[in-house]
């Protein structure tokens, strides 16, 4: 072959190299095309909106936004001693503006949050703003109230400047910046939000658990069953997997009740009293009974598709070369389920701390969940950057997880039904 | 499940004692669904078995909540039932399509950044539902569609289309190509190819998507907690404040329905994923 005909080419005289890579980039376009319309649509519709989120739970332009000139003529003190005048005359003139637009009640709000005391003081300041005479703000404003001279107050004035906040986030964890700038816990019986979150992690792993410990005898015994036993034993997996969420914690609810059927079959055979029914809902207990029979079959359907594969001549193999039951079980068996028992795992407990409706039907007080948290923020108290902010941790812990169960199973392995 | 003969005592014991955990799994799973059965025809206002059911008297059974839910006044099942089947429709059909077209381009190996692509696009069936949810309420409260049919029907296309993704791409992964390059290479332009020859080949997996979608739509509620407004309520929210406040019997007739409902949803997609594994020739 001579050196001129090196390249190869194709009929048309290009070289095939390039001729077949404008072949690939086509194909790519191509695929990436069929993909456009759902990604984009999830894009704007989903993705974005989580951003959203993001950007709510950091926000904190309120303030600044209200003090431009406060905080422009802030940036050269230092915070040690009392601000100089230009910083009072600053402020009064933005406030004097916030009062003649009527926001000067969400500023006292905004600014109580940071340090209380803020709300009498603004009032007064209002009422005797109105007499100022022009020039000397520092003196006019030190002598309405005894607070204004004092440095911690425009100290207080100066950590709001920044339009970023991770309040939302400390708060979520039960922690504030105090005014040193330190971040500190909330006192001890006030620890709500760890309390939740130590709980989420809790049910769902204890949920987790439970269903491994049933999961794994049935999906072993599916697995095992000639077809046509184990097709319809699968219905009893299966049926439960598509019925409705709410319909199966109705069940729930009917049978854990005081008066409901669990309760009456105790009492029929004397475990307990009639007049001394155990409660089984609103509580712990119901959060537990009714979320592990609501994510057993995401637990059994992976370990059943893993079971399935292992060929049974193994454990006749381990057992004739003399391994009792047991031992084979332990060292043959077990090992090669172990990757459907990671995706089972992990599946139910991404599922299980993320759970809303049946810990707040079935929970109770005792029995809800970090979720159950951000609805009530949500809905209730309307702040929405905090719900935003809890919701956005609770997803790093999920993607975090979500993570590992793509570098284990690969999402592409996930089977449904 | 029978023992050889020559099997030792205990391992025997172990053997009936794996057997009995089992049934009891098996129980602790599926009887849960079957209380709801007996108590929707009861007779009484109560939620627990009346000392006539528990003797069978006909007379402690009746269809009293059935016909409560269809004709009672103010009831709100007949607007509810509507809804929900208005938007899970529109909301499959929404899915469906995205979702096959998707996975054709997934399927592809010359598809760019194929992981990246395909986690994004199954997150929000791994997002919890409460973040998706606010999520989605802030996108649709901007867009000016909350407390819409719309809006509604684009969130539940957020929540299906990864079931519908999955399926597909399964389906797809068994599909011989060659023969839509022999369609190719006939003349066929690729619409065509894709109608006559791809379709009808993955059409099990893209109709067992679909009822995953489906089901999705018709049982959500988290999310719809968030959009909807009086005019679009659904089954799962007449439940959720039914639970919420008073436990109804009708609502157990509600429950009743449904379970036959997800029956035969159960049977179609058993018979169609048995039917996709045949086509594609695996054998399990």
Redesign the interface.
Known sequence: MSSETGKILTTDGIPLEVSLKKA?RK??I??????????L??????????G??LM?SVDDKMVTEMLPKTFKSMEKWDGNEMPPEEVFEAFYLDFQKLVEEKRDGKLSTQLNYTKNGFKSILKKLRRKAKNFEEGNYKEQIMAVHKRWADVEYWRAIKRRAPAFTSAKYLKGMDMYKNEEGEIVSVEEDRRIHRVLWLRTLEIAFFVTLLCFL??Y??AH?LA??PMKYSNL?M??????F??????????????L?Q???VN?FFVMIGLVADDNRPEMMYNKTGTYVAMT?IL??FMVLPLYSVM?TISPSLMRAGKSLGGT?FVTFWKVYFPLTIPGIGAGCLLVF?LA?????TP??VGGASGTLI?NQ??FH?KSTLD?SF??AM??M??AG??AI?WVY?KLVG??N???? | ?ALPKYTEPH?RIWHYV??F??TC??F???A??F??FP?SFNAEE????SEGMKNLDPDAFSLRWYKDMIYGTKNPWGLAAKNSFIIAIFATLGSVL??T??A???S?R???YK?L????????M??????????????MAKAGLAATHTGIV??H??LG?P?V???V??TL?GFDHSVTRAASSLGSDPVNTFMKITLPLILPGVI?GGL?AF?TS??E??VV??LAGLENTTI?IQ??TG??EQ?SPT??AV?TC??IL??L??VT??LL?RRSERLRGIN?
Not at chain 1, 414 to 417: M, Q, S, T, V, W
Not at chain 2, 46 to 49: C, D, G, K, P, V
Not at chain 2, 126 to 139: E, K, Q, R, W, Y
């Open positions: 690939e194909n790519k191509k695929a990436f095309l069929l993909v456009a319309p759902l990604l649509f999830l894009l704007i519709t989903y993705i974005f909106p989580i959203d989120m709510r049933m999961a005898p049935i015994l095992t069953l034993l219905i009893c997996v299966l049926l439960p598509w019925t409705s969420l709410l319909v199966r914690t109705a069940s729930w609810m009917i049978l009740q008066q409901g059927v009456d029979q057993l079959p399935k039951p991404i701390i993320g759970y809303y409706i707040a039907l979720s951000i609805a949500m929405w719900a935003s919701g956005l609770l997803l999920v993607l979500y793509n999402i592409d996930i089977k449904l039904g | 499940m391992y794996y057997i955990i089992c799994v098996f602790f799973l599926i849960p669904l209380v709801i108590l109560f939620l627990s078995f995205l979702g077209v998707a054709l381009g997934l592809s010359h598809m760019p992981g692509i395909m986690a994004t696009l199954i997150s929000p791994i997002v919890p539902l409460i973040i998706s949810g606010v999520a989605i309420f802030f996108f684009l969130a296309i957020i289309t079931f993704v999955i399926t791409t399964a992964s067992s995953f089901v018709f049982d509620v988290v907690l968030f799962p439940m959720w639970l919420r436990l609502i157990l429950a449904l379970i997800s029956t949803i159960l997609a058993e994923r399990r």
